[in-house]
């Protein structure tokens, strides 16, 4: 080594032992990376914390009954819900499966709960009920001006003409709604309300015009084949989600045991370093 490198070397050895600034200032750097590392880890325990509490009571669970759900103790949960720890991944992975919402909406900023919200049968029954009150109530408006216009007429086809119109309110909130049944019933009615509606309109212009219509029940062939086409339907779409809610659910129970499996070589490997 050089003469000037070793009069460095003296220079700041000395300048060490007088002033200290040098490995003051290394010191301080030191705790203020700590620190800052301390406060990112107890952000993070906050927001998990805070996550794993909102989502718990929006679920309408005590500690004690999520505790007893994931196989822990209320302790640990309370522990967690403090912010004194976090749980593993294979546990928030429980957890989240339970409250039907991703991993990432546990260990992410805040947001707002978003559960699965059950169907307001009584609401729904009500809504369907008004609508249908609505089209019987047309109904009846048109059959009164047919009587009091015309008083031999066919007003009372207007009813016919409501049963397979109040047919397709049904469909439409059933679709809405996901009622698969009353869908079901919905379009069969409407298959046969419309071939009635059908035969009783050309009916009466065949009597009006004085044509022959023995031969117009063959109209009903037609709803034969569509009824049949229904009933297709609705099996092969019960079929198709009931196997694609099976797949959904392999995959995501696979899913689960992979990680498993790897949060357990990580504890393994953990501990052999211990």
Not at 194 to 199: G, H, K, V
Request: with cysteine.
């Amino acid at each position: 080594m050089s003469k000037a490198g070793t009069k460095r070397i003296v220079w700041f050895t000395k300048k060490q032992k007088n002033n200290g600034k040098p490995r003051n200032l290394l010191d301080e750097l030191q705790k203020k990376c700590y620190y800052m590392d301390m406060e990112n880890t107890n952000e993070i325990n906050r927001k998990i914390a805070n996550n794993l509490i909102r989502y718990r009571k929006a679920a309408g669970l005590t500690q004690a009954e999520l505790a007893e759900k994931i196989n822990y103790s209320d302790k640990s949960v309370s522990k967690w819900e403090s912010g004194n720890g976090v749980p593993d991944v294979y546990t928030l992975l429980q957890i989240a499966k339970l409250y039907g919402i991703s991993v990432s909406a546990l260990v992410g900023e805040e947001e707002p709960a978003v559960f699965p919200k059950k169907k307001s049968v009584g609401l729904h029954i009500f809504i369907m009920l008004l609508s249908s009150g609505i089209v019987w109530l047309v109904a009846t408006c048109i059959f009164v001006m047919m009587r009091l216009f015309n008083p031999e007429g066919a007003g009372w086809l207007a009813f016919v003409y409501a049963v397979a119109i109040n047919a397709i309110v049904m469909v439409v909130y059933a679709g809405i709604w996901k009622y698969r049944v009353l869908n079901f019933i919905g379009v069969s009615t409407l298959i046969w309300m419309a071939i009635t509606c059908i035969y009783l309109t050309a009916k009466l212009i065949s009597i009006h015009l004085g044509n022959d219509y023995s031969s117009l029940w063959a109209v009903f062939l037609l709803g034969v084949p569509l009824q049949i086409l229904e009933i297709l339907w609705a099996f092969f779409r019960s079929f198709f989600r009931k196997n694609r809610e099976k797949h959904k659910k392999s995959k995501k129970e696979k899913s689960v045991e992979t990680t498993k499996e790897t949060a357990e070589k990580t504890k393994a490997k953990d501990e052999e370093k211990q």
